[in-house]
């Protein structure tokens, strides 16, 4: 007798809507006094290791608009490479770095993220991946939630060695995930659609 | 940096590949919204690194006691809000059917009467002052999870000319690992306007549709005050590592 596999289907997704400040971002909303304070307003806390950088860009549909009712979430690794998770199997996180952030964009479609640059994070096949932050992105007129990678542009010897970016290299279309650093501040633009739209992943 | 690669535990196994036609496209232009949001190129696959294998983790100490209560978690003092009271419950699962034990789920909803407390809401129903609309709770190790509301009210939205959204409640989901992340919307049994709204017709499986709908359980009612509604949720699951004596999946 064979087995059956019968896995469960995954819970089909739905967008976020017009409305997504107020589950996301409540207090942002003008919902206050429910919770203290909105999830994901600091990514990293005092005393957290490595180099405090600014991540900031915009979120832009097809037409050139801002997309003004978006939700962005980053999610990092220390400046160790290590994540502060209960799946990372390596000890040591550091605990000032909380690693995740969420931010409703401005009437601009923009987001800004105080946190510090990660570290090198390994590969699935050996070696590392190149520094990276990964990016969700949900709104209306978003059927499922977007995810993409920034890398970033003072580590072109490690991002030449990333296997995702080798990918989107392929294509011709790796630069749209590096994110501009100029100093502290690191610039990052999301294009849903059109010449420039950025690579999303399917991971 | 070769020491943080020893020992310690096994790498958390990567995720199934995601199913798409459980999904709706990215461009479905019956929902109009999705036309200038819908990323034309194909998305990049490649199976899940480190970065999508963990994720952020709440912990049950960041509740507040009425978080999960939205008839008093916004209404004054000895007040509470306007509705049909229920409980919606359920049990949170991925797809090996393992339940998701101490992970966060967000909720949003319209009031009673269909209106949102929102800056850019534009229908014309009432606020209720007692209902702000947002809930939170975490599932507990089993992977249940439950909260108390009232029914939301379907509500009028531009689309179409004419087009309402059935009754339903956001829902935000994570997982043990950022790739689980999910937004969905519940929906109630026998609610006629959910064969014709358009944003659940961006999905073309209908056995799809129907796991977005819960099922009334008059089982678990509590006369004279809230009726339930059972809500199954299921996230992305693991596969197997075999590098352990028990495959981490199984
Ligand atoms: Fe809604």
Same mark, same amino acid.
């Given at each position: 007798m064979v087995t059956r596999l019968d896995y469960l289907k995954e819970t089909p997704s739905q967008t976020a809507g017009p409305y997504v400040h107020i589950g996301m971002t409540p207090n942002w909303s003008g919902i206050s006094g429910v919770i203290p304070e909105d999830l994901g307003s600091q990514v990293v806390t005092d005393g957290v290791k490595g180099e405090r950088i600014t991540v900031a860009g915009r979120v832009v549909d097809g037409g050139g608009n801002p997309v003004s009712d978006c939700v962005v979430e980053i999610w990092q690794a220390d400046?160790?490479?290590?994540?502060?998770?209960?799946?990372? !199997? +390596?000890?040591?996180? %550091?605990? !000032?770095?909380?690693g995740w952030g969420r931010q409703a964009a401005d009437e601009n479609g923009r987001f800004v993220f105080d946190t510090i640059k990660p570290g090198a994070v390994p590969a699935p096949n050996g070696g590392f991946m190149a520094p990276h932050i990964t990016f969700w992105i949900v709104a209306r007129g978003i059927n499922i939630g977007l995810q993409t990678r920034m890398y970033f542009s003072d580590e072109a010897d490690a991002n030449r060695k990333d296997p995702i970016l080798a990918k989107a290299r392929m294509i011709g +279309? %790796?630069?749209?995930?590096i994110g501009q650093r100029e100093g502290d501040s690191v610039t990052f633009d999301i294009y849903l659609q059109g010449e420039n739209e950025t690579v999303f992943l399917d991971i | 940096m070769n020491d943080r690669l020893a020992n310690a535990r096994a790498e958390a196994g990567a995720f199934m590949e *995601?199913?798409?036609?459980?999904h709706p496209p990215? @461009?479905?232009?019956? @929902?109009?919204?999705s036309v200038l949001r819908a990323p034309k190129q194909a998305r990049i696959s490649f199976a899940s690194t480190l970065s999508e294998k963990t994720g952020p983790a709440f912990g049950h100490n960041m509740l507040g006691e009425l978080d999960n209560d939205l008839i008093v978690n916004y209404a004054k003092p000895g007040e509470e809000a306007i509705g049909q009271r229920i409980v919606v419950h359920g049990q949170l699962l991925d797809q090996n059917a393992k339940p998701v034990p101490n992970v966060l789920i967000e909720f949003w909803q319209a009031n009673?009467?269909? *209106? @949102? *407390?929102?800056?850019r809401e534009g229908y014309r129903a009432v606020l209720d002052p007692n209902f702000g609309g947002f809930g939170r709770t975490i599932t507990d190790e089993n992977g249940y999870y439950w909260f108390r509301t009232v029914k939301p009210g379907a509500y009028p939205w531009p689309n179409g000319v004419n087009d309402w959204r059935p009754a339903h409640i956001h829902f935000s989901l994570f997982g043990s690992g950022f790739a689980q992340r999910l937004i969905s919307q519940m929906y109630f049994e026998g609610d006629p306007m959910i064969a014709i709204c358009p944003i659940v017709n961006t999905i073309s499986d209908k056995a799809a549709i129907d796991r977005l709908v819960a099922r009334l359980d008059m089982n678990n009612t509590i006369p004279m005050d809230l009726r339930a509604y059972r809500f199954d949720i299921v996230l992305r699951g693991r596969r197997s590592t075999f590098f352990e004596n028990r495959p981490e999946g199984n």
């Open positions: 400046a160790g490479g290590i994540y502060n998770s209960p799946a990372e !199997h +390596r000890t040591g996180a %550091d605990p !000032h770095c909380i +279309r %790796d630069g749209t995930m | *995601r199913d798409h036609s459980q990215a @461009y479905a232009p019956g @929902y109009k919204s009673a009467g269909g *209106r @949102y *407390r929102h800056k």
